[in-house]
Structures are given as C-alpha cells and as structure tokens.
C-alpha cells in the first residue's frame, strides 16, 4: 500500500524526499521510497502495516466485522508457542523482516480479509500531518 506520485510536488526534491523519507521511518522498516523514479513512490508492504490480517478457507471466512487475526494458513511460523495466530503487532514486526516474506505470494484459493487505517493524511482534504511538526498539502502532489 503507498503513493505513486504522477506530477511533481510544489516543494524542491530535496524536500520531498527528506519528508517521505522520515514518514517511512514511521510506518516501518520496510517502507520503500524512491522520490527519483519515473514515477516516484512511497511504498509500504501491506502485510506489516494492516491492523488485522485473517486468512480463511472459502465459505469459513469471518463477517467483516467479526474477523480477528490469524495468518496461519498463509505461513504456519504466524503462530505462538501454543500455536496459536501471532497477535497483530508481532504479525507486523515479523512481516517488516524481508527476508521472511521473500518468495511468499498470495493464494489465490484462500480469502484475505484486511482491516487498514491511518491517522496521517486526512483524505477529505488530502493533508498530511506527521508528528504534528510536518503538515503538508498533498493535491499538489496526487
């Protein structure tokens, strides 16, 4: 989940990147930015920024609003001792690892039930406020 920019921004690159760059600090390690792309990007791997990831069978999938963490049948290592599903803040610490997501893929077979907000941009009015100390005003950029 992320942000390809199509047009440039009304602030020096420079700028642009030191900003993306500390917002990525934020959301995790994995959070990948490249201000000098074609299309520039600000990038974060969904399975380590979600709130709740719930992996079911077809026909056995949880109602929306009663779904609750469990990544089991996406990688049996999502469990604790007792094998029970990691809870969602050591989903997201194990998922910000790249190595143990490399050659992982979704399965088309199973169905993925994701619940993801953010307290950062204000999508009525696209501002991004990050710390209180950077608040920016993304139409320029989007």
Request: neutral net charge; contains cysteine; aromatic residues 10%.
């Amino acid at each position: 989940m992320g942000q390809e920019f199509v047009k440039a921004g009304n602030v020096p690159k420079y700028v642009s990147e030191m900003v993306l760059t500390a917002a990525a600090k934020v959301f995790s390690n994995s959070t990948q930015v490249d201000i000098n792309a074609k299309l520039p990007y600000f990038m974060n791997p969904i399975l380590a920024a979600c709130q709740l990831v719930n992996v079911s069978e077809p026909g056995q999938e949880p109602k929306l609003t009663e779904a609750t963490e469990d990544m089991r049948l996406f990688n049996p290592a999502l469990t604790d001792k007792q094998g029970q599903p990691l809870s969602p803040d050591k989903r997201r610490k194990w998922c910000d690892i790249p190595k143990h997501l490399a050659g992982k893929q979704f399965n088309p077979q199973h169905v993925y039930t994701f619940y993801t907000w953010q307290h950062l941009i204000d999508f009525s009015s696209y501002k991004l406020s990050v710390g209180g100390f950077v608040n920016l005003d993304l139409t320029a950029a989007l």
